[in-house]
């Protein structure tokens, strides 16, 4: 299967999410689930993470991660390796304690940001296992500390009052409170809904972010292979900037692609040099030089 890479830098917020492997329900055997959250606080204070939101489920865990140093890959191996060493240990057990590679999607500020935060605090809500105005008796995720005064300097609330123009009090959790009680988070529909905007993809947000975030990744370093959702997004980013210099080169315009035949001499320059400099593909190249069927391209490229 594709793995995703891991986009990197100073000041990213991720949604974080892992499902347990071990068995159905990893967080609840013995003192599972606490010792994740020991985990997650000391890989904190090691990265200077600032966490916004987390929740550990029965089976699986959502996490809301600032990272103002890009170390999300190096926290988030020393996170899982350290917890599945302790569950093993401690259990008498061996092998994977994880499902698979955790999802890190990137979230825009605003109300992208908002929503993860509060998508993250009602999962309990969501499966059914406290009714909201319970929610602050949840003893695995964020919610109920940030009621506390004292809290660790790793877990912050600041920001996500501050999009929800409240003060950073408890004066301003009970009026968050008052907003997540608005929400209507058993209708199945909805469920789906919400998985599909915070759980799906590599990047929460709008369109203008996604491009801000892509055209950022040109210099950032990518950490893993070479495949994924994001990396096909990078890709074709740096594909659409090759092609609009070449353009420019032979002097034509986007308009130029239409209205030429699909074997002009120029549309075959420019599809070998995008070929051998940047390996865009002939459906893509076919699609934007409106040069016919994919196979056609090949044909072209090669006969001439």
Known sequence: MARSVRVEFAGAIYHVLNRGNYRKDLFTVGESGGWFVRALQEASEQCGWRVHAYVVMSNHYHLVVETPEPNLVDGMHWLQ???????????????????????????????????????VHLNPVRAGLCAVEDLSDYA?????????????DWLVRREFLDQLRLPDSLKGMNAYAKILALADERDPAKREALDREYCRGWLIGDAAYRKHILARMSGLELRGSHRGEDVRALKEHRWEQALAEQLRLHEKSPADLARAPKSADWKIAIARHMRTHTRATNPWLATKLSMGHPSRVSNLIYER
């Open 81 to 119: 390796t350290t917890f599945s060493s302790r569950f093993n240990r401690s259990m008498g057990e061996r092998g994977h304690v994880f499902q698979g590679r955790y999802k890190a999607l990137l979230v825009a500020p605003g109300a992208p940001f908002t929503g993860v935060v509060n998508y």
């Open 140 to 152: 695995l995720g964020s919610y109920g500390r940030f009621f506390q005064k004292n809290r660790p």
